[in-house]
């Protein structure tokens, strides 16, 4: 796809969020720029301030904590396809409490957050935007965390691997593991069942 084609995209997903004004669609067109993923990287460490608005064009991205108790790392959240990438306190300008990884082969469209925030004529609708956002992926992680404690493991696994199944050949297998609440090792045993 081109990247006029990417933006069409990004816009269209994020209308389904929020509608969008003009000035704002063309503001986020003229800040996106096209970024290709070679190899697994980290875009946002955990203390780090998201100065860029991530949206995937295609691929995955990883949300994980580093456990201050054994120093693993506990995967929070999965993004694909489609998904706007972004920290849970990016509204406010804070500092992460996560690092985000995106996976080897990924393309995403970085939008400069520095430069909408800058646009006077847009400020007010892009902090709407931002939050119009951020509800939307908060409801999907509420949801999660009622499935995790309504569902069966096996129940939770098969509903995520239903609408997720390329995910399940690019991630590791701990980071599934961790996501679902279960020992690395149990994973297999729900893999099996799929």
Do not use: C
Not at 28 to 36: G, K, L, P, Q, Y
Not at 43 to 56: D, K, N
């Amino acid at each position: 796809m081109t990247r006029e084609e990417n933006i069409i995209r990004m816009l269209s997903d994020l209308e389904s969020v929020h509608m969008v004004s003009l000035p704002l669609l063309k503001a986020m067109e003229e800040s996106a720029n096209i970024r290709s993923i070679h190899r697994k990287v980290t875009l946002l460490s955990e203390g780090s301030i998201q100065h860029s608005l991530w949206y995937l064009v295609h691929g995955f991205a990883r949300e994980y904590q580093n456990d201050p108790n054994d120093g693993n790392e506990a995967t929070n959240w999965f993004w694909q396809s489609g998904d706007f990438v972004f920290h849970n306190h990016f509204v406010n300008g804070e500092r992460s409490e996560v690092s985000i990884d995106f996976y080897s082969g990924s393309a995403l469209l970085e939008i400069d957050l520095i430069a909408l925030s800058e646009n006077t004529k847009i400020l007010e609708e892009f902090t709407l935007i931002k939050g119009a956002l951020t509800d939307f992926n908060m409801s999907l992680r509420h949801e999660h965390l009622r499935d995790l404690s309504k569902l069966t493991r096996l129940q939770h696994v098969k509903k995520f691997y239903d609408s997720h199944q390329m995910l399940f050949n690019f991630v590791r297998h701990k980071d599934l593991a961790s996501f679902f609440g279960i020992r690395d090792k149990s994973i297999y045993r729900y893999l099996k069942g799929l």
